[in-house]
């Protein structure tokens, strides 16, 4: 299982991105293992504003459904376009092809309350 | 010698679709008597583009084909917990096909109507003595239907005391329908752990009740088999803080003539006819959910309601406070014909009976593999059991057991239901199985759990027998394929 | 007890292996205050002759169209059932199995659902149709919800020409979720009237309710009405309670409607006092994932051999539970099966020429009756194969008179239209013939007795 070591991570299993005050957001390789084969991928559109701990999305395997959430606020940028076809990019891919969204950063301090990897390591170490 | 499965002569059999050739056809109709008229040109179709034109050999075939891919009740042993796949008796069938019944219109005049009417009196007054409601309504298509019937009854009690409760408290172990139908009637969900008994506790029910709790959903016996010891308590607190307790009756089977759930406390229950009254399956319906309510509920009830009055029977649609109708007409009174039929045959004892040899059959099976399978509660099982595979070796797990279960030739227990248990097995035996149909199954079980360990490819590429292996759910649900396309489109 | 095979050694013998001594003793853990110390009240076992006397007595005091001339509709139709569909849905194989949730010993039944889906998307003209529903009522329901949920709309326009039991079920399904249900009423030539649905519709309008044909048997412009709705960005729910006209009218899809939605009982199903039918639901492709009921779908088994299986589960309650997107959790899959086997029987022709027939039917119907003094027919628009007559006699004794010559001549319309005392509904099928008819106007005319 990979935990790259320039990413943030939530909680909730999601991972981020930062450059400069844009942040790219995906799930994480532990996230796409415990689901399974992802079948659909429902994301929000350009524009549309994320919250900080609130869902803006869901990811489907064929006998689960599990929501996003932001790990930070702001407005959405891009919108990966390739995801609904191609849902299994989130388990081939979770950290490059399968990124989700990128969103532009309203208050850098929600970083803070992120992980790094080895935390986030750990963290995964401990539900398992 | 066992009744295992073999792999004899399978048909192949293609789309109706693909049976299609010009020219062929599979009706009669008199010839038009009247002049023929058309409509203006605008409104018509040319044709209803890709519908097959087929000789009646040709559906016949295609139709028989198919069902011998089925397994049905009729086939063999079918123990899907939850689903109490008892015996479907024909005479039901053959009652549910007299023309005076089934040729009956919905409306009829009452007086016309009278044989029609007089046994849905009779069948709704009987689910109320077994029940121990005050009244009941035939009128839910399903289980879930009936669960809406009846969580709107329970929001129209507090609507017309002025009562704004918000929350409907859900045990762990619910039936997804539970979820969803509080939601749809415009509550929130509150979840509350089982804990590791099993069983719902006073004290649980009694830290989550609080005056924005409009109802309980519980299922009694609940979804582990197990029965609910403390009900009348839970009722009691629920009713001192102001809410009503709603009782999914999937698993009446277990209480026919032993407890009534209308004299534990409960206020608002549901039926399963295609369960514990013996109604067909029918592939996934038709089903029919009756509701049974307690007294103060009974202004809510769904309308019409089939009334006596003195010798006559009739609709009652003069109904101010219902919570109005939940679909058209009166219910699906062709499942209704067939309840009524198994309660004339089986009678009061007949029916104590059931309960009793259903409760028997769990429990054999449960004394026959406890000690090979993994038992996560312990209190004593009613109706149905349910195992776990945390015993299993070698990476097999409960679906595998499931499809190599196929390959001896039964139908797989319900799997991974409830939630709370991992790697769920929820076996339902049904009263209508004898014990030497019990013990092949429990044979089989034993043999699949020595060839986890012994051999546990057999279980992982299980099913091998069936016409089909197992299918690429992930694909079909990456790229949906919900019909068929001629070639080219 | 002819239906469970425990003999009296059995028991002891699993009593003995479960170590308890009585039967009883497995119900140690219902409180003995909650048992029930008497036998249950009801009538004594019947063996399977009396059971079958008593049924048939019952039934011998019901009219039906055995009995009498009956021009019953309104919902539920008395058509032609040929012979093959019991004797097809009769194999056991199909009616004592359950939900397919086990794909590779459920094949009949999932291809037959797939076939169902398949002809239902035929008929509408649409892209994608659900295993089906309760019924057609009901069906209207969830896709009013369907479209509240894909329009994030809350206003919800139903014509008063629906079906009035529609529009109730509507009620009910609707009324603890916040949403806005007008009504619509009806122009004087029984369609919609689309002047007040252009005045209605507006940014809160989710969609736009109408019967094709609606319950008077007119043929609504669905055309018209899509192009208002979707002017607002509103869907059209085209619900359909007599679906043989689809052989005959253009597809609700082909006129603009998003979600079409009806009952299926005219499809080899006795009208059986109302019930079991079922509701058939279809919708655009776009919209699947906000569908109600189970789904059908192709796929491959590990041999690369074609199979079919439940799929997009997602949506619904066992999963998602409060965020389904219905609480349903069953089909009607036999009735399904019923609307498979018919429509394959019928075929391309049949399906057309059925639909002509009670067309033909219906107008000689119409042209007779509106010859008779004091007879009219109030709405001017097309009709399919049922329609409104007005009458300047009382309609009470004319039933009552009606009856006596074993004729039900349709349905008196106050009940549900106050203000249509002297309007009643007729409707004719194929099943009519031409005497039959002539009967049926005879005893209007004041003749016959």
């Known amino acids: ?75 959405v940028l891009e919108v990966n376009d390739e995801l609904p076809d191609t849902p299994e990019l989130v388990n081939t891919s979770p950290y490059e092809g399968a990124w989700m969204l990128k969103i532009k950063l309203d208050d850098p301090a929600e970083l803070d309350l992120l992980m790094d990897a080895d935390a986030y390591q750990s963290f995964v170490e401990e539900e398992e | 010698m066992n009744r295992i499965g073999t792999s004899g002569l399978q048909l192949n059999e293609k789309l109706i679709f693909e049976h299609s050739d010009s020219g062929r056809c599979g009706y009669s109709l008199p010839k038009l008597d009247v002049p023929a008229v058309s409509l203006p040109e605008q409104m018509i179709r040319t044709e209803v583009a890709g519908f097959p034109e087929v000789s009646e050999i040709d559906v016949v075939r295609h139709y028989t084909r198919l069902s011998t891919w089925n397994y049905g009740v009729d086939s063999g042993f079918y123990p899907l917990g939850s689903c109490t796949m008892k015996y479907n008796p024909k005479v039901n069938e053959a009652a549910a096909r007299i023309a ?61 005391k002025g009562s704004r409760r918000s929350k409907v408290l859900i045990p762990d172990t619910a039936h997804g329908t539970n979820p969803a139908t509080a939601a749809l009637c415009g509550y929130d969900v509150v979840p509350i752990e089982s804990g590791g008994s099993g069983v719902l506790t006073a004290e649980t029910v009694a830290q989550f009740m609080n005056d924005d709790v409009a109802a309980l959903m519980v299922t009694n016996p609940n979804t582990l088999g197990l ?58 319906g038709p089903g029919s959910g009756p509701v049974g309510v307690a007294k103060k509920l009974i202004p809510y009830l769904p309308k019409p309601v089939v009334v006596q009055n003195k010798t006559e029977y009739k609709l009652d649609f003069d109904r101010p406070e219902s919570i109005g109708r939940l679909r058209s007409f009166y219910g699906n009174f062709g499942i209704m014909v067939r309840a009524w039929a198994y309660i004339l045959s089986m009678g009061s004892d007949g029916l104590k009976f059931a309960s009793q040899m259903a409760v028997l059959n769990a429990n054999y099976i449960r004394a026959r593999l406890a000690a090979v399978y993994h038992l996560p ?26 499809k190599r279960l196929i390959d001896y030739g039964y139908h797989p227990p319900t799997i991974y239901f409830p939630l709370v248990v991992k790697g769920a097995i929820m076996i339902e035996p049904t009263e209508t199985e004898s014990k030497e149909i019990l013990d092949e199954f429990c044979d089989a079980m034993l043999a699949i759990a020595k060839e986890a360990a012994e051999n546990p490819d057999l279980l992982h590429a299980a099913p091998t027998l069936t016409r089909v292996g197992r299918l690429d759910e992930t694909a079909a649900a990456r790229q949906p394929c919900l019909s068929w396309l001629p070639e080219g489109l | ?189 029984g369609q919609v009237d689309s002047d007040e649905l252009s005045a209605h519709l507006g940014q809160q309008t989710a969609a736009v309710v109408v019967g094709y044909p609606n319950f008077f048997g007119v043929v609504e412009d669905l055309a018209k009405l899509s192009t208002l709705a979707h002017d607002h960005g509103a869907l059209l729910v085209s619900a359909v309670a007599e679906p043989i006209s689809l052989g005959l009218l253009k597809s609700p899809g082909e006129l603009g409607a998003d979600i079409v939605v009806g009952e299926g009982q005219s499809f080899g199903m006795p009208v059986s006092f109302g019930g079991p039918g079922v509701g058939f639901f279809a919708a655009k492709q776009k919209a699947v994932r906000s569908m109600p009921g189970r789904l059908i779908g192709a796929t491959t088994d590990i041999h690369g051999k074609t199979g079919y299986v439940l799929t997009l589960a997602t949506r619904e309650q066992h999963i998602r539970r409060e965020k389904a997107t219905s609480n349903i959790c069953s089909n009607q899959g036999m009735c399904a099966l019923m609307a498979a086997i018919y429509l394959s029987l019928l ?48 309609l009470d004794s004319l039933f009552i008179r009606l009856e006596r010559l074993n004729i039900l001549g349709g349905i008196p319309l106050t009940r549900y239209y106050p203000g249509m005392e002297n309007r009643f509904l007729v409707c004719v099928t194929e099943q009519h013939r031409r005497e039959e008819i002539d009967v049926l106007v005879t005893a209007l005319k004041g003749g016959g007795a």
């Open chain 1, 1 to 75: 299982m990979e935990f790259p070591e320039d990413f943030l991570y939530t909680e909730e299993h999601e991972w981020v991105l930062v450059e400069d005050d844009i942040v790219t957001v995906g799930i994480t390789d532990f996230a796409q293992d415990a689901l399974g084969d992802i079948v659909f991928v429902e994301l929000p559109e350009v524009g549309y504003q994320v919250e900080a701990g609130k869902t803006f999305g869901v990811v489907e395997s064929v006998k689960a459904v599990s929501d996003i959430y932001s790990p930070v606020t702001g407005e």
């Open chain 2, 100 to 160: 005076g019944l089934a040729d009956c219109h919905p409306y009829t005049p009452g007086h016309l109507s009278q044989g029609a009417l007089e046994l849905m009196f009779h069948l709704q007054t009987a689910l109320a003595e077994i029940s121990g409601f005050a009244a009941v309504t035939l009128q839910p298509a399903a289980g879930a239907h009936g669960e809406l019937a009846g969580m709107l009854m329970v929001r129209a009690w507090h609507e017309a």
């Open chain 2, 227 to 284: 029965f609910e010891s403390d009900i009348k308590k839970i009722c009691e607190i629920v009713h001192a803080g102001g809410g009503l307790v709603y009782c999914d009756g999937a698993n009446l089977n277990a209480l026919m003539g032993i407890a009534r759930p209308g004299d534990m406390g409960i206020d608002v229950m549901h039926f399963n006819l295609h369960k514990t009254f013996s109604t067909p399956h029918g592939g996934g």
């Open chain 2, 377 to 402: 509660h312990q209190h004593r099982s009613l109706h149905e059991v349910v195992f776990s595979d945390a015993n299993l070796p070698n990476d097999c797990h409960t679906l595998d057991l499931a």
């Open chain 3, 1 to 189: 007890m002819r239906y469970i095979p425990h003999t009296e050694d059995d028991i002891r013998q699993m009593l003995t292996r479960i170590g308890v001594d009585t039967v009883d003793a497995l119900f140690s853990e219902v409180p003995s205050d909650l048992r029930l110390n008497r036998d249950l009240d009801l009538p004594e076992a019947l063996a399977e002759t009396e059971l079958l006397r008593n049924f048939k007595a019952l039934a011998a005091v019901n009219a039906t169209a055995q009995t009498h001339l009956s021009f019953l509709g309104g919902g539920a139709y008395n058509h032609f059932i040929p012979a093959v569909v019991d004797q097809l849905i009769s194999r056991s194989e199909f009616y004592t199995a359950y939900t397919p949730y086990q794909p590779e010993i459920s094949q009949g039944t999932l291809q037959a659902i797939f076939e169902y889906q398949t002809l239902i998307c035929q008929l509408t003209g649409m892209e994608v149709s659900n295993a089906s529903m309760y019924d057609g009522a009901s069906a209207t329901a969830e896709a009013v919800l369907m479209a509240v949920r894909s329009t994030r709309r809350k206003q919800i326009l139903i014509a008063d020409s629906l079906h009035p039991e529609y529009r109730e079920t509507i009620a009910t399904y609707c009324r603890h979720l916040q949403i806005d249900l007008v009504a619509l009423s009806f122009a004087q030539n």
């Open chain 3, 347 to 394: 075929g391309k022709k049949g399906i057309r020429e059925v639909a002509e027939q009670n067309l033909a039917k219906a107008a000689y119907a119409r042209a007779a009756i509106t010859a008779i003094p004091g007879f009219c027919l109030p709405f001017s628009a097309p009709v399919f194969n049922e329609f409104v007559v007005e009458t300047t006699k009382p």
